[in-house]
């Protein structure tokens, strides 16, 4: 028709080639299909107000190399975002780059097992799509009312990202949604590496009972979700250890702050929570809390040491006085990446610390619990439950790795009892509770604790239970009596840091009763507001 063949038609043609421009669509049209919902339609304004300044100075320079830069940039981010929709069913966050950097190359290669679908196979047209881009080339002459729109095109582009440069908010709203999240994770690098700088404990005023044997020991579970314990009710016996003891006490209304290792951690063992969303380098820690104190501290770890020390979780780990990785299965080679490496390599390690010299001790035992894959966190003969279909197979691995889990918690408790019964009327206390939850099949057809839209339940509901030694319980009667009252109470584990330091009686300018669950001036009424921005009761 003559109406595309006005210099206006042809110099937008030239600016936005077909081909590219169907590398820059393709991701918007998976993620409308996915979840219209989630799609950012303000990101292919954007997109289109960058692409002239790559390909205007193809056209005005008749350089290709400008088009080839422009297709793999873009080939590249489209590339990842389909990727990641299809995956996790959502767009590019930093959440979901912080799970990502959280995992080691072990949990990598089982995630991407366990969530890979045949809708990756849309990669394959894309890709093609990129190869037949190269065939596109610049105009090799265009005439003065081609160049003028051409220019004028330029234009708006450029106003549009100096007007955000001008305003200060070019990476807040002025880039594709990918460049911002990367950003953003950038930024949280440059915290790690500031972190790093500093990891021995910080000195505060701190005050604990005199005189007296304490031990306190933190088992920090991982993606353990207390609806497939039938402890708290699961119709299959996946906790037959814990719900035979009668020693400890079961809260049954905590809540993880956040659904990611890395977050839920530094949330749980700092003063940072939900509502100040204080930096690490800026908060006092429960290592700093426990040296002040005169406590000799520990943290001996089955997560993978390439986990480690890949995230913030390292500065707890680094700032103890001693600290023991027990999983080096996967420090290798790639083969490595499938060897199981069972909770139960933490056994003599603990006891070695227990039977270590000192009054006082801090322990920290950091259990690859329930991560995904879910198959390979437990030994054959807890192979107990089975499924006839694939689905059915997820769910029973799951509840296998709780099985096994229930051994490793009660046998940790076990040898914290005997320890603490051997004469030396040690008062000696426990919390296990999880990082986080796990999806397994609870709300939607998905598993693990990604999520889009609306924070899952499941993601966040965790097990709490409290173990307290003879000692423990013949000296603080009143302090067990508070206990007791708030297992049904609402808690948030941002608040583990508060509650830890009123269990163990030690006194700081950061305690709070208010946010100590074992506290009877614990405040009930916070309102549990989640990453998500919704309230955990109202959903």
């Not at 908010?169 to 500093?198: H, N």
Request: glycine share 4%; hydrophobic share 40%; with cysteine.
């Amino acid at each position: 028709m003559k109406i595309f063949r006005h210099p206006v038609f042809k110099s937008l043609a030239a600016i936005y080639p077909g081909y590219l421009m169907l590398l820059v669509l393709s991701p918007f049209a998976v993620e409308y299909f996915i979840d219209p919902d989630l799609m950012d339609s303000r990101a292919i304004l954007i997109d289109l107000a960058w692409i002239p300044l790559f390909t205007a100075p193809a056209v005005l320079l008749r350089k290709n190399i400008f088009y080839r830069f422009a297709d793999l940039l873009f080939f590249l981010f489209g590339f990842i975002e389909i990727a990641h929709w299809v995956i996790l069913k959502g767009p590019v966050t930093l959440t979901s780059l912080l799970v990502i950097s959280n995992t080691n190359l072990q949990e990598s290669v089982e995630f991407l097992n366990l969530k890979a679908s045949w809708g990756l196979l849309l990669l394959i047209p894309y890709i093609a799509v990129y190869v037949l881009s190269f065939r596109e080339s610049a105009p090799l002459l265009l005439s003065r009312m081609e160049r003028y729109t051409l220019a004028t095109i330029l234009l708006f582009s450029v106003i549009f990202i100096g007007e955000n440069i001008l305003h200060g908010r070019l990476i807040r709203k002025g880039v594709p949604p990918l460049v911002k999240t990367a950003f953003s994770f950038a930024d949280k690098i440059k915290l790690y590496e500031q972190a790093m700088e500093e990891v021995t404990p910080r000195n505060i005023e701190a005050g604990s009972l005199p005189g007296t044997y304490q031990t306190f020991v933190l088992i920090l579970g991982e993606s353990c979700n207390r609806n497939h314990m039938s402890l708290y009710g699961y119709d299959r016996e996946s906790t037959p250890r814990l719900e035979h003891r009668d020693d400890i006490i079961v809260f049954d209304n905590a809540v993880a702050s956040y659904s990611n290792t890395l977050n839920s951690v530094l949330s749980m063992l700092s003063e940072s929570n939900l509502e100040n969303k204080k930096e690490l380098k800026n908060s006092t820690d429960i290592i700093d809390v426990f040296h002040s104190a005169g406590f000799k501290t520990y943290w001996i770890s089955n997560q993978s040491p390439i986990g480690i020390w890949d995230n913030l979780v390292t500065v707890f780990a680094n700032k103890s006085d001693h600290t023991r990785f027990v999983n080096i299965s996967s420090n290798s080679s790639f083969e490595a990446t499938y060897t199981p490496s069972y909770d139960a390599k933490l056994f003599n390690p603990f006891m070695r610390a227990l039977a270590d010299s000192g009054k006082k001790k801090f322990i920290v035992l950091h259990l690859m619990g329930s991560h995904s894959s879910y198959s390979r966190r437990y030994p054959d003969k807890f192979n107990r439950f089975k499924g006839s279909h694939a689905k059915e197979r997820i769910i029973a691995q799951y509840d296998n790795s709780v099985l096994y889990n229930d051994f490793i918690v009660d046998s940790l408790i076990k040898i914290l009892h005997t320890y603490s019964s051997a004469g030396n009327n040690t008062v000696a206390a426990a919390i296990y509770l999880s990082d986080h939850g796990e999806n397994v099949y609870d709300e939607g057809n998905r598993t693990g604790h990604d999520y889009s839209k609306t924070l899952p339940k499941a993601n966040v509901e965790v097990p709490f239970i409290v173990w307290l030694s003879e000692a423990y319980k013949r000296k603080y009667p009143e302090k067990i009596k508070h206990m007791k009252e708030k297992i049904h109470a609402p808690f948030v584990t941002d608040d583990l840091f508060y509650t830890i330091m009123d269990l163990n009686f030690i006194e700081t300018p950061f305690s709070d009763p208010g946010r100590s669950l074992f506290n009877p001036a614990f405040d009930a009424t916070r309102k549990r507001v989640l990453e998500d921005g919704k309230d955990y009761d109202d959903k």
